[in-house]
């Protein structure tokens, strides 16, 4: 009897499909383009958000729950992980208060991709 050995398939976080390697971020190299793309072409956002954005999603802190509608999103710090809504709410103190924060712009990034 041959032993079969037992693989762990990753996949990706955004669509799902079989990953050849497994990436620090968790999506495959299609959907890391569409979002590095996203994130590119998207101006509306002020230059620090926006940066503090992109870290996060080379990071792989974006962490989708629901059908790329909810977010799981962990902190610049790396203490708090707060949930976000692709359409820009956020359990973090500056979404409490109604202002875009970064990990509102990580997640519209992530779910445009």
């Not at 799902?16 to 497994?22: E, G, I, M, Q």
């Not at 959907?31 to 999603?57: D, G, I, M, N």
């Not at 692709?86 to 990580?106: E, K, M």
Request: hydrophobic letters at 40%.
């Amino acid at each position: 009897m041959r032993a079969q050995k037992a693989t762990a398939q990753h996949r990706c976080l955004k669509c799902r499909r079989p990953l050849k390697n497994a990436s620090p971020d968790g999506l495959g190299p299609t959907c890391r383009r569409k979002v590095r793309r996203a994130a590119r072409t998207e101006s509306v956002h002020p230059k620090p958000q926006a940066a503090k954005a992109a870290e996060l999603l080379e990071l792989g802190a974006v962490i989708p729950l629901r059908q790329n509608r909810i977010f799981l999103v962990v902190s610049d710090d790396g203490t708090e992980v707060y949930r976000t809504a692709a359409t820009g709410q956020c359990n973090c103190p500056a979404g409490l208060r109604s202002a875009r924060c970064y990990h509102a712009v990580a997640a519209e990034w992530l779910a445009a991709a």
